[in-house]
């Protein structure tokens, strides 16, 4: 088994790629997410990002919180995986 740096991806397998993972973080935040309390987000702003998912802008907690590095690394490689279905368009 040869281990590279590339993943090819069939393009009949990336739609269905992205709605599994629109799926899977659509139900994580339903699921998971709970919105962090003004005072946490005063006290380490830098451990926050906005995640616009869905039309809906959620707060995580992306270096310390589970849930949260799990919805900001969902939502990242979704924005990716749609960028470069655009790209081949």
């Known amino acids: 088994i040869t281990i590279s740096d590339e993943l090819a991806i069939p393009d009949i ?10 799926e899977s973080l659509r139900h994580l935040v339903k699921a998971e997410y709970q919105e962090p309390t003004h005072k946490q987000r ?5 451990r926050y990002q906005k995640v616009e998912f869905e039309g809906v802008v959620y707060v995580v907690d992306y270096r310390k919180d589970l ?3 799990n919805i900001y690394a969902l939502n990242y490689l979704l924005s990716w995986l749609q960028e470069k279905l655009v790209d081949k368009v």
């Open 67 to 69: 849930t949260g590095k």
């Open 42 to 46: 005063s006290k380490y702003p830098s």
């Open 13 to 22: 397998l990336l739609n269905d790629l992205i709605d599994l993972i629109n």
